[in-house]
């Protein structure tokens, strides 16, 4: 059987890979690592006074990173912290809503996800990789080895994986019994729908008039600081802080290569190039350690790049082409035709893998040969492999590729040790094809040691002068550095999206307010200076500079609408608020159910709710609106004839404000209604 090879771990390298490796992760030491460098005080985040365990957090971002890695997914090891923080915090949410509910799993319900004929996509998966037939066996391998003469042993790491399939089967089990539960309990009544079909049922059209706060000057409305505090204390739960913020300027500076590295790597390539060109292969450039060469044997289908396509279509034995340079990545790449051959590109075969001595190997083989199937060998314990299969055979071992290419007519032994072996059949072998074995040169120029010191010398002496958060701010300009501000709390990944930051969100909450910091070299592409400027703690303050701006601003609007009211006051017409506010009567749609008004934007509840309510040919005005005040007539109703059906109706509730628009904020609920604390910092 394919999954006790895997499991064994003792099978030859074989040429023609069957199957898939077995599904591992490595855990680290955590529980070692974390208590030596934190004690025993190892609690990471509490969520409702229940503690989140920085050893268990470890593992499961340890266990994160290596299946990103298997993936060839690079991340940044901060980000990868942050998701499964949240996570964590989000299970425990979610763990404490099924407690107080009583959700539980059956047995049954667990056996059938795990080993019934519709197994969870995640055990099917798992059994496929391991090269078993189905999640019922694969079950009985992990659980009665000794019957397929395994030890518990070698079983042990793919049982623990079991194990933890497992436990994440039984929490979805858990958490769609939840969504059941709330879709069942959130369901649109009479009064819903007839609400629903009330607020789409009618489109008036209406003439209005608007005059927008914006065409007043700000200088003759500037509010006082006294009438800024004041709009800022009646939006002060708008600027609530779930986490403290620190206010901070940041400058970044490109380590890149100067013109100077350039112009000396643009000559080297010269250098390359000509060494190239004085002899077929590329030994003269080989011991050149600043070149990466790959030689590869391929077909001009395999050939991605056009440039490269076209240059080996038509380049003769020992042509080089012209150097070819990637701005974005500072790299050159040259490419030479090392020489043409016509030969068979693809075979059709069929494999059979046998796991288990000589002899059963060759029973194997003779059974084939006389006509069996791999269907037929089903039963025969340790034997399987696929049919019908194209293989590339362009760049594998030379003396594998003579046995596929000069294969006899029945089934014969592909590689074989005492342990296993594969037996293959070559059913159909591809015209030969021209192939070109070509060398790909690249070289990526990197900043120079002069290049990065320099970089590094000139920001240093600009902190050196500018060693105040307020100094760092005011003279960056005109030292040539762009300074940008923003904000981060204890839980930022990264400052601004820029990878590899996370030591510096470390450093700004260990500092005090105005501290510059030295350069931060933790992301190897760029260097990294911060201030800190203020520290907010439950609400973002008044004195904040974006707060500030929407408090201001508001705070105008509302004394320019103050204006606009007192002089629209005693209109009678439309023509008569269109001269007084200076604007043009347009003319548009307004239903109630929907946010967006066209010609008028969205955010109008003001607007919306007076013309639900007006007379028809009645003149409605001034009203306030928020980036405005508007006068309207509505000139006509139109309800539509169609009746909405309660399918409809639901279906709208249940995305708008019910079971749907709940479980999609599920978490978001939860956590406004519990303590969350996070001490990242700490341990990362």
Not at 154 to 178: G, M, P, R
């Amino acid at each position: 059987m394919a999954a006790l090879e895997k499991i064994r771990q003792k099978a030859v390298l074989l040429t023609v890979a069957i199957g898939v490796a077995l599904l591992a992760f490595i855990l680290g030491d955590a529980e070692r690592v974390v208590s030596s460098v934190f004690g025993n005080n190892s609690t990471i985040a509490k969520v409702d006074g229940e503690k989140i365990d920085a050893i268990e957090f470890q593992n499961r971002y340890e266990l994160a990173s290596q299946q990103l890695q298997n993936q060839g997914q690079q991340v940044d090891a901060a980000l990868i912290q942050q998701q499964v923080m949240e996570q964590m915090i989000q299970e425990l949410l979610l763990n404490k809503e099924l407690e107080k509910v009583g959700i539980e799993v059956s047995d049954n319900e667990i056996t059938e996800s795990m080993t019934g004929a519709n197994a969870n996509y995640m055990v099917a998966q798992f059994a496929q990789q391991m090269g078993v037939e189905s999640a019922a066996q694969l079950y009985d391998l992990l659980f009665n080895p000794g019957k397929y003469g395994a030890t518990p042993e070698q079983v042990a790491e793919a049982k623990a994986q079991w194990l933890k399939i497992k436990d994440e089967v039984v929490k979805n089990l858990k958490y769609s019994k939840l969504q059941g539960l709330i879709a069942g309990a959130i369901q649109a009544n009479k009064l819903d729908r007839e609400q629903l079909n009330e607020e789409n049922a009618v489109t008036s059209t209406i003439n209005f008039v608007k005059q927008a706060y914006e065409s007043l000057t700000d200088e003759k409305y500037k509010p006082t600081e006294a009438e800024v505090k004041a709009q800022y204390e009646k939006d002060k739960a708008f600027f609530r802080l779930d986490e403290e913020m620190r206010k901070i300027h940041y400058i970044t500076v490109d380590v890149v290569p100067s013109k100077d590295d350039l112009n000396k790597a643009a000559a080297m390539i010269g250098e390359t190039i000509d060494s190239l060109k004085k002899e077929n292969g590329v030994d003269l450039v080989r011991n050149n350690s600043e070149l990466v060469i790959n030689e590869a044997s391929v077909r001009l289908s395999d050939i991605r790049d056009t440039e490269v396509k076209n240059f080996v279509a038509n380049a003769a034995i020992g042509d080089v082409s012209e150097p070819k340079f990637e701005n974005s990545s500072a790299t050159y790449t040259i490419t030479k035709l090392l020489n043409k051959t016509t030969a068979i590109d693809s075979v059709k075969v069929n494999v059979v893998a046998v796991q288990g001595a000589k002899s059963l190997q060759d029973s194997v083989l003779n059974l084939l040969n006389e006509g069996k199937t791999l269907a037929d060998l089903k039963d025969i314990q340790g034997v399987s492999g696929q049919e019908d299969q194209w293989q590339v055979i362009l760049n594998i071992a030379d003396s594998v590729k003579t046995k596929l290419t000069n294969a006899p007519a029945g089934y014969f032994a592909l590689d074989s040790n005492d342990n296993a072996g594969f037996l293959c059949k070559v059913l159909e072998k591809k015209a030969p094809k021209t192939i070109y074995n070509i060398a790909a040169i690249e070289h990526k120029v990197y900043p120079s040691t002069e290049t990065t010191n320099g970089l590094n010398d000139k920001l240093q002496e600009f902190i050196t002068t500018n060693n105040t958060a307020e100094a760092f701010e005011a003279n960056a300009v005109k030292s040539g550095y762009n300074c940008v501000a923003t904000a981060i709390t204890p839980s930022s990944a990264q400052i601004d999206r820029i990878e590899s930051t996370r030591k510096a969100v470390q450093w700004l909450f260990e500092s005090k307010v105005g501290k510059v910091s030295p350069i931060l070299t933790e992301n190897k592409d760029k260097l990294l200076v911060v201030a800190l400027d203020a520290i907010y703690t439950d609400y973002a303050p008044v004195s904040d500079e974006q707060v500030n701006m929407a408090e201001t601003l508001k705070a105008a609007n509302e004394k320019k609408a103050a204006d606009m009211m007192a002089k629209l006051e005693g209109k009678k017409t439309l023509d008569e608020f269109s001269k007084a506010m200076g604007a043009a009567i347009d003319t548009t749609q307004v239903t109630f159910g929907q946010m967006y008004i066209p010609k008028v934007g969205a955010g109008e509840a003001e607007l919306t709710a007076a013309v639900a309510t007006a007379k028809e040919n009645t003149v409605v005005g001034p009203i306030k609106g928020n980036s405005g005040v508007y006068a309207f007539v509505v000139t006509g109703n139109e309800k539509s004839e169609r009746k909405v059906t309660d399918q409809e109706a639901n279906r709208t509730f249940a995305s708008s404000r019910g079971n749907q628009a709940v479980m999609r904020n599920v978490v978001a609920i939860l956590r406004k209604s519990v303590k969350v604390e996070k001490d990242m910092l700490r341990f990362f």
